[in-house]
């Protein structure tokens, strides 16, 4: 693609292109669990992951390469995810630190609100379990929904990075909405705190490294550090997601203060 692309060129508003990024990514995250559902019922679902998640993968990108493409008209190499030796270094040093992150808030929350569950030794998940826990964690929900959220609409957006980082936040956020249909009350407000604060700290950490690996390995970790918590018997309940959830959000904001001249400089916008 050629580097000659600039913000010019581009069709609609930022405005536009975002809400149109953010609805159609919706629809085809479903795509392919549509295309490929006949698959499930010829083997079995650890094998079945495994195969689907890359396949869901390449199809997402390739969504996100289009709207780059014919939409934003700018080359997909800005979205930042060379992955090179300081990549490599962010994503291992974001990974143990969004596993610290979310043990210590499953553990005070085990602390302060314990509860029993009843699930038999034979029903939990085994760390074999781990490898399509793998595909799931990062081929389906994190490398995607990240170069979306944190990478794509960063910069077709052209604001600055606060305006950025709660917008696309509160889009993520949103994408889940689906969980109005299975819970109310405080429930629900929780459920949806949550993703909207490891987004925050995903956005602070992939601003500061200037790699989106940083965000993946935010996103990547916590679907992963929850799976090894299911093997040890500890599921994921409300007062869980309220300390994990108010654990990102603390850490996105103290390393936003930390780093708050590049956030707050006068008329700054994300560089691209």
Not at 134 to 157: C, D, H, K, W
């Amino acid at each position: 693609m050629s580097d000659t692309l600039t913000v010019s060129n581009r069709r609609w508003s930022p405005w536009i292109r975002a809400i149109f990024g953010f609805v159609l990514y919706f629809i085809v995250s479903f795509v392919p669990g549509i295309l490929l559902s006949p698959l499930s019922e010829l083997m079995d679902y650890e094998i079945f992951v495994m195969v689907a998640a890359p396949i869901a993968l390449i199809i997402e990108i390739l969504f996100i390469y289009l709207l780059m493409r014919y939409i934003d008209r700018r080359p997909f190499s800005i979205l930042q995810l060379k992955f090179d030796g300081h990549a490599l270094k962010t994503f291992a040093l974001v990974f143990l630190a969004t596993g610290v992150i979310y043990s210590l808030g499953a553990i005070l929350a085990n602390y302060f609100f314990p509860i029993e569950w009843d699930v038999p030794i034979e029903a939990r998940k085994t760390w074999a379990m781990l490898v399509p826990a793998f595909f799931s964690a990062f081929f389906v929900q994190g490398i995607p929904e990240e170069i979306m959220f944190r990478a794509y609409l960063p910069q077709t957006l052209v604001t600055t990075p606060i305006k950025t980082m709660l917008i696309s936040s509160i889009m993520f956020m949103l994408l889940h909405f689906l969980f109005v249909f299975s819970l109310s009350g405080i429930e629900l407000i929780i459920e949806f705190f949550y993703p909207f604060a490891f987004g925050m700290f995903a956005f602070v950490t992939r601003y500061i490294t200037r790699t989106t690996w940083a965000a993946i390995a935010v996103h990547g970790g916590i679907h992963m550090f929850r799976n090894v918590f299911e093997i040890q018997g500890y599921f994921p309940y409300m007062y869980s997601s309220l300390f994990i959830g108010l654990f990102f959000f603390i850490s996105a904001m103290v390393f936003f203060y930390i780093h708050r001249e590049k956030f707050t400089a006068e008329n700054n916008q994300l560089e691209y």
